[in-house]
């Protein structure tokens, strides 16, 4: 069964708010690897006319599996807000996700990673995370996203090399080769775009709806009702701009485990994906 791209909708609009995921906790001691030969992570092969894939969920005939996706935002224009106390990043989150010992893929902007680079590393050397690309400032890849900023058609990728370079520099080694588009917003001007930097493009087949949502009962109901075996569910690790998003992740995890399902990252469901049961891109 083939699943035609879908007109995404109330996202990660938070052209103002910009989500930060962080740590409070000390780097973790990687396990060393002795002879672990470098493994290449699973992307999807190149949709019609080569255009970057597009990945918006799992084989759902394959187990219940559900990947938590984190994204955190920040733009470049947001450096005085931080410097002014505004915290874009969300420690509490990241402590619940490990103390709960729950895979999550974090799509990262590079200017977060400049602004929390202690965090930006420590997340991307625990092996419970993979951290993934989110652009470099959270512009629009399209016109009329939300009312984000756009990056013209020639900086795409430019940006999101930009972005991975921000990503290495904070010393997050091995960022995957994932792209989110910010605002979810993207058409085959973008997909043609980044066709030569190789990533896959994910989306999200369930919205957490957890931009500027105070009450985490929302966020959990909204989530619980919307994930289904294969399932990519989109929420922010920002303190300022997802205030609820921790405490709905503490009753989403044991409820979605009672239900039987299996958190992993991401990369793990593009692995699991076939010819017979993924996205594929579609101009709009
Ligand atoms: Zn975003």
């Known amino acids: 069964m083939i699943i035609l791209l879908r007109r995404v909708t109330?996202?990660?609009?938070?052209?103002?708010?910009?989500a930060a995921c962080g740590t409070d906790r000390p780097p973790q001691a990687a396990p060393t690897p002795v002879s672990a030969p470098p493994s290449r992570p699973p992307t999807l092969a190149p949709g019609p006319?080569?255009?970057?894939?597009?990945?918006?969920?799992?084989?759902?005939?394959?187990?219940?599996?559900?990947?938590?996706?984190?994204?955190?935002?920040?733009?470049?224009?947001?450096?005085?807000?931080?410097?002014?106390?505004?915290?874009f990043d969300h420690p509490r989150l990241?402590?619940?996700l490990r103390?709960?010992?729950?895979?999550?893929?974090?799509?990262?902007?590079?200017?977060?990673?400049e602004q929390y680079p202690d965090q930006a590393r420590s997340i991307g050397r625990d092996p419970l995370f993979e951290v993934a690309n989110h652009s470099y400032s959270h512009y629009a890849y399209t016109r009329d996203c939300y009312g984000l900023p756009t990056v013209p058609e020639e900086r795409m990728r430019s940006d999101l090399e930009r972005a991975y370079a921000a990503l290495r520099?904070?010393?997050?080694?091995?960022?995957?080769?994932?792209?989110?588009?910010?605002?979810g917003c993207y058409d085959r001007r973008a997909l043609k775009a980044l066709t030569p930097a190789g990533v896959t493009a994910v989306q999200?087949?369930?919205?957490?709806?957890?931009?500027?949502?105070?009450?985490?009962?929302?966020?959990?109901?909204?989530?619980?009702?919307?994930?289904r075996p294969g399932s990519v569910v989109v929420l922010h690790c920002t303190r300022s701009a997802a205030p609820a998003t921790e405490r709905a992740v503490r009753t989403i995890v044991p409820e979605l485990r009672r239900e039987g399902f299996r958190f992993v990252k991401v990369s793990e469901l593009i692995a699991a994906a076939d010819s017979g049961e993924r996205t594929r891109p579609e101009a709009r």
Do not use: N
């Open 204 to 227: 999200w087949d369930v919205v957490g709806g957890d931009a500027f949502e105070t009450d985490p009962d929302v966020v959990a109901r909204q989530v619980l009702a919307g994930v």
């Open 169 to 183: 520099k904070a010393g997050v080694a091995d960022p995957m080769p994932y792209f989110r588009f910010p605002g």
């Open 99 to 113: 103390a709960l010992k729950v895979p999550a893929t974090v799509f990262m902007t590079g200017r977060w990673a």
């Open 94 to 96: 990241i402590s619940t």
């Open 10 to 18: 109330a996202v990660c609009a938070l052209s103002a708010v910009l």
């Open 49 to 87: 006319a080569g255009l970057t894939p597009v990945f918006e969920h799992g084989p759902r005939t394959r187990g219940r599996t559900v990947a938590l996706t984190f994204d955190a935002d920040m733009t470049a224009g947001q450096g005085p807000r931080a410097a002014a106390g505004e915290r």
